[in-house]
């Protein structure tokens, strides 16, 4: 009778690095609060444990939320304590009313708990004092915030958007072997073509791949702070989602077209030059790979072209002898190719051609651009044509 498997549970651990940084910057906050001149300190403290978090957009987040609640909290109480004349009851019920209505206006998740806090202690605890009370707390409050987006950058930062770059280097990577895998297959004597299953479980691969890299994605928006739309990474992260989409699609159409042939001699120069084209293209992918992995990318926000700019224009020049190749070969085989078999040639290259348009681009489709492949697609006349399409 076998053994049984050991099955290891894996445990959290005790104390994360958050928690401890948390800990810090609170302790630090209440000593300085308590030993400053400045009266009511204690409210530093209470600001940085409410404030800082794991990282520096729920940080940034919760600041907004909680300064805005103050505000909103300081001015009702002004108003309904001392312009409104009214009885105690009615005035506070009122306030918190008010409260409630312009939190939900500005969108306050846990801003306007803030500002239902301040009015009924700055009316029932500090009425005597509410006018010096008030703007002491805005005060460590405003520092509390400050200090915990300092903390929360500079501190044991968070790793999301670090390792959203190394996963999309990997998905890169992975990318570049499918495509070195049809090259060599394109370079074989007698190329073959990949099983169904075997294509379907390569594909089911990288496509876990990439909805994993969307999954940490979302995670890492968080990080960009209120308007993570118009920050330089986000726009980054959508070109390389479209980059790694718009490749997906093309292994894929490669791997649907049926095995090559290397007869007659001019379509066996027209594969060559095709692999030549996929090398150029796993050799961008991979330095591409190497940029991601870069930990200044994270200050500099953009990818430096100029470091992959000689790998395009290799990888341009190489296309360019693929669409001559082409179009010596269409003429030279249309004698000896059935027309069914020389759509499939065209369809390749044509492939190839979308392909590097879309590294060179990093835009969706072909939209904009002139397709380097027409005058070879003409000279084929309808064949070519529903071959790029």
């Known amino acids: 009778m076998a053994a049984p498997t050991p099955q290891t549970t894996q445990r959290n651990p005790w104390v994360v690095r958050s928690d401890l940084r948390l800990a810090v910057v609170t302790g630090l906050s209440a000593g300085f609060g308590l030993l400053s001149d400045i009266p009511f300190g204690y409210?530093?403290?209470?600001?940085?444990?409410?404030?800082?978090?794991?990282?520096?957009?729920?940080?940034?987040?919760?600041?907004?939320?909680?300064?805005?609640?103050?505000?909103?909290?300081?001015i009702l109480l002004v108003i309904f304590s001392r312009s409104l004349q009214l009885p105690l009851a009615l005035s506070l019920g009122l306030a918190l009313g008010a409260t409630r209505l312009f939190g939900g206006a500005l969108g306050l998740q846990v801003g306007y708990k803030v500002a239902g806090n301040i009015i009924i202690m700055g009316w029932l605890v500090h009425n005597s004092e509410e006018t010096v009370w008030a703007p002491l707390r805005l005060f460590w409050t405003s520092l509390g915030i400050v200090i915990s987006l300092w903390a929360a950058r500079w501190i044991w930062p968070s790793r999301t958007i670090p390792q959203l770059h190394q996963q999309f280097a990997t998905l890169f990577e992975a990318l570049g072997v499918e495509l070195t895998s049809y090259a060599d297959d394109l370079s074989q004597e007698h190329p073959r073509r990949l099983p169904i299953a075997e294509r379907r479980s390569r594909r089911n691969r990288l496509l876990g791949q990439i909805n994993s890299v969307r999954q940490q994605r979302q995670t890492?928006?968080?990080?960009?702070?209120?308007?993570?739309?118009?920050?330089?990474?986000?726009?980054?992260?959508?070109?390389?989602?479209?980059?790694?989409?718009?490749?997906?699609?093309?292994?894929?159409?490669?791997?649907?077209?049926?095995?090559a042939m290397q007869a007659p001699e001019a379509i066996r120069k027209l594969h060559a030059q095709e692999v030549k084209v996929l090398d150029g293209e796993v050799a961008l992918l991979r330095s591409l790979a190497v940029e991601l992995r870069r930990p200044s990318l994270l200050e500099r926000q953009a990818l430096p072209n100029s470091s992959m700019q000689e790998g395009i224009t290799v990888l341009h020049s190489e296309m360019e002898v693929l669409r001559q190749t082409l179009l010596e070969a269409t003429q030279e085989a249309r004698e000896q190719v059935s027309a069914q078999r020389l759509r499939q040639i065209v369809l390749r290259a044509s492939l190839l051609g979308h392909m590097v348009m879309i590294t060179r681009d990093n835009t969706p489709g072909l939209a904009g651009s002139t397709p380097v492949l027409a005058q070879a697609l003409a000279s084929d006349g309808s064949a070519g044509s529903n071959g790029l399409r």
């Open 220 to 259: 890492a928006q968080v990080e960009l702070g209120a308007s993570p739309e118009n920050h330089p990474l986000h726009r980054l992260w959508s070109q390389l989602d479209l980059l790694s989409s718009q490749l997906m699609s093309v292994i894929d159409g490669l791997r649907g077209l049926p095995a």
């Open 43 to 74: 409210y530093l403290p209470m600001t940085t444990a409410a404030v800082l978090s794991n990282s520096y957009g729920s940080s940034l987040k919760l600041g907004i939320q909680r300064l805005l609640g103050s505000l909103m909290g300081v």
